[in-house]
């Protein structure tokens, strides 16, 4: 699966082949916006990037829903609207809604329960029941593997169908990760994280069901700009110049 930041971006992955499309809340933040990956975003500029790519393109399109935007109204919302756009499905994370990029330190996280609740929401509010709902879960990072493993399964419990583990930072991790679940296991491959970047054959070994590449060709595209003016031009201070600047920018 891999990032579009936009209609283009879905056209030219579903050109490649890609058998799925994500559009990250670093992409709507960052492409759409100018704006880092801190939860600075709502569900109408969401919803309206997911709405340009789903009317392009048949690849199916997961759309990251970051905390669900506030309370439980509005992750009713989120999962209704993004089902009626025909998007194939959202993620929902656990951390607080002041959240932070997945890759970042400092992430604070909400309780099991609370969790729990915000899947439920998700999971009742849909209007096509195969619409997915997806939990992502940021605990390794604070508290470790095992408690990630332990929230995951509380999640498909409250009717979460997917999990998404942010940052592991082995093949060991993914590993027991994907053992412990009775559940599709979705794997992160950015390119700025703890996390290995692995080949597809090294995650299928690995028991890794979806590996995502969130903002690959967002980042190709920056290091083209920063090198290139519009007129296609080389800048002579090209290197000295980037067109993002900020480690909090490029995230998922």
């Not at 290091?223 to 067109?243: I, M």
Request: hydrophobic share 45%; glycine share 8%; proline share 4%.
């Amino acid at each position: 699966m891999v990032g579009a930041i936009n209609a283009m971006c879905a056209l030219l992955a579903e050109r490649a082949g890609f058998g799925g499309i994500c559009l990250s809340g670093a992409a709507a933040a960052n492409a759409s916006h100018g704006l880092p990956d801190l939860g600075l975003t709502e569900l109408k500029h969401v919803l309206e990037d997911a709405r340009r790519i789903v009317a392009v393109t048949s690849v199916p399109l997961l759309v990251d829903a970051d905390t669900g935007w506030g309370d439980h109204e509005t992750i009713s919302e989120a999962a209704s609207r993004l089902s009626e756009v025909g998007a194939a499905g959202l993620h929902l994370e656990d951390q607080i809604d002041t959240k932070r990029c997945g890759h970042r330190p400092g992430k604070r996280l909400v309780s099991t329960a609370q969790m729990q609740r915000r899947i439920e929401t998700a999971v009742k509010a849909r209007i096509d029941q195969e619409f997915v709902i997806m939990a992502r879960t940021d605990v390794v990072m604070v508290e470790g593997l095992d408690a990630a493993i332990n929230r995951a399964r509380h999640y498909l419990e409250a009717g979460a169908e997917m999990i998404f583990a942010e940052d592991p930072t082995n093949a060991d991790d993914f590993r027991r990760f994907a053992d412990a679940l009775e559940a599709p296991v979705l794997e992160n491959m950015t390119e700025f994280s703890r996390t290995p970047l692995l080949t597809l054959e090294q995650l299928r070994t690995l028991g890794v069901d979806i590996a995502l590449y969130p903002l690959s060709a967002f980042r190709v595209m920056n290091h083209a700009a920063s090198r290139r003016n519009t007129a296609g031009v080389a800048r002579p201070d090209a290197d000295a110049r980037p067109v993002v600047r900020g480690a909090g920018l490029l995230c998922v």
